[in-house]
């Protein structure tokens, strides 16, 4: 039996694995253990961390996760499995053969460890490696570049590696998520602003040469584009700063409160396009917690647009994507 002709490292952030104190403190310390994330001296994050961050924030992220949960487990771990899934069969109807797809966490589990050992086993001689961050940050998809780099100090013989870096401009991207708010509005039979809301970085790391606010700014602009929006129709924010240090502006969950307390725009539309898969960020952050932000300061409407998740779209994107980047293999 030949061997593939490649196979897929298919890679997202993580998830802890139970909506539990004990399990959230774990993920966290790997989370906030990485450099990339935080990039504060050790000697001055450790007693933070380890003193203060992980003796407070478990409970409370774990309740957060509570609210969510499904019978699957982490809503994130559900929906990546079957975008894993649906992307072999897409993969196998493109190529007409079999090419294997593994599922790696940045952190918790699974591992990115245990989708290359997935795919070594599957024979796997050349691996393109896909990380599920539309725009590129160092603390997200350069991330998962060092894992990958960390795994194959444990491999024997290193497969033919490949990277897809990001993908805020393409056009299967841009035209899945116009997809999904023209669907939105049709079915809620009105449009409100729409809010464009970007996982946020420090402002330092920008200014030090992080391209990820640039690569949030291309996909934003394409977008309304892409739907005819005029300036005023739309608005580009970031959500879920840490911390006291000043991160990438304008806040969402400020900006939803004051518009709420101004009345204007009464109706919001919110999406987050720089997730591939909903998750904590945008089930609870955005979907509750930021809807309960712009209604209690006097807004009347508030919707919020799920992520592309296993839209069949978005696997043709994805599929595109890995047929682009394997050429010549």
């Given at each position: 039996?030949?061997?593939?002709?490649?196979?897929?490292?298919?890679?997202?952030?993580?998830?802890?694995?139970?909506?539990?104190?004990?399990?959230?403190?774990?993920?966290?310390?790997?989370?906030?253990?990485?450099?990339?994330?935080?990039?504060?001296?050790?000697?001055?994050?450790?007693?933070?961390?380890?003193?203060?961050?992980?003796?407070?924030?478990?409970?409370?992220?774990?309740?957060?996760?509570?609210?969510?949960?499904?019978?699957?487990?982490?809503?994130?771990?559900?929906?990546?499995?079957?975008?894993?899934?649906?992307?072999?069969?897409?993969?196998?109807?493109?190529?007409?053969?079999?090419?294997?797809?593994?599922?790696?966490?940045?952190?918790?589990?699974?591992?990115?460890?245990?989708?290359?050992?997935?795919?070594?086993?599957?024979?796997?001689?050349?691996?393109?490696?896909?990380?599920?961050?539309?725009?590129?940050?160092?603390?997200?998809?350069?991330?998962?570049?060092?894992?990958?780099?960390?795994?194959?100090?444990?491999?024997?013989?290193?497969?033919?590696?490949?990277?897809?870096?990001?993908?805020c401009d393409h056009p299967l991207y841009i035209q899945a998520l116009a997809n999904s708010v023209q669907e939105h509005w049709q079915q809620q039979?009105?449009?409100?602003?729409?809010?464009?809301?970007?996982?946020?970085?420090?402002?330092?790391?920008?200014?030090?040469?992080?391209?990820?606010?640039?690569?949030?700014?291309?996909?934003?602009?394409?977008?309304?584009?892409?739907?005819?929006?005029?300036?005023?129709?739309?608005?580009?924010?970031?959500?879920?700063?840490?911390?006291?240090?000043?991160?990438?502006?304008?806040?969402?969950?400020?900006?939803?409160?004051?518009?709420?307390?101004?009345?204007?725009?009464?109706?919001?539309?919110?999406?987050?396009?720089?997730?591939?898969?909903?998750?904590?960020?945008?089930?609870?952050?955005?979907?509750?917690?930021?809807?309960?932000?712009?209604?209690?300061?006097?807004?009347?409407?508030?919707?919020?647009?799920?992520?592309?998740?296993?839209?069949?779209?978005?696997?043709?994107?994805?599929?595109?994507?890995?047929?682009?980047?394997?050429?010549?293999?």
């Amino acid at each position: 039996m030949s061997s593939p002709r490649f196979g897929v490292l298919l890679a997202n952030l993580g998830t802890p694995d139970a909506p539990t104190a004990k399990a959230v403190r774990r993920y966290l310390r790997e989370f906030l253990s990485d450099r990339r994330v935080v990039d504060l001296p050790r000697w001055k994050w450790w007693p933070i961390l380890n003193g203060i961050v992980l003796t407070t924030r478990p409970r409370r992220v774990a309740k957060a996760y509570a609210s969510i949960w499904t019978d699957e487990g982490s809503p994130l771990l559900a929906i990546s499995r079957r975008q894993r899934a649906a992307l072999e069969e897409k993969l196998r109807e493109h190529f007409g053969e079999e090419i294997p797809v593994a599922l790696g966490m940045d952190y918790g589990n699974p591992s990115i460890v245990s989708a290359g050992r997935e795919l070594r086993d599957a024979g796997v001689k050349n691996v393109l490696v896909l990380p599920l961050y539309p725009q590129f940050s160092s603390s997200t998809t350069a991330s998962i570049f060092d894992q990958v780099a960390r795994a194959l100090k444990q491999c024997p013989a290193h497969p033919g590696l490949r990277f897809v870096r990001s993908y805020c401009d393409h056009p299967l991207y841009i035209q899945a998520l116009a997809n999904s708010v023209q669907e939105h509005w049709q079915q809620q039979g009105q449009q409100g602003h729409l809010v464009m809301s970007y996982h946020g970085i420090p402002k330092r790391y920008a200014e030090q040469g992080d391209p990820y606010p640039n690569e949030c700014e291309t996909t934003s602009r394409l977008l309304a584009e892409a739907l005819s929006l005029a300036p005023h129709e739309w608005t580009m924010t970031y959500q879920s700063r840490f911390g006291r240090e000043e991160w990438l502006q304008p806040y969402t969950d400020e900006t939803l409160i004051k518009w709420g307390k101004a009345g204007s725009p009464p109706a919001v539309d919110i999406m987050s396009p720089a997730f591939a898969a909903d998750c904590l960020e945008t089930l609870e952050e955005l979907s509750e917690e930021n809807r309960e932000n712009f209604i209690h300061a006097g807004g009347k409407r508030y919707a919020y647009i799920p992520a592309l998740n296993d839209r069949d779209d978005h696997l043709e994107l994805l599929t595109s994507l890995v047929a682009q980047h394997t050429q010549g293999w």
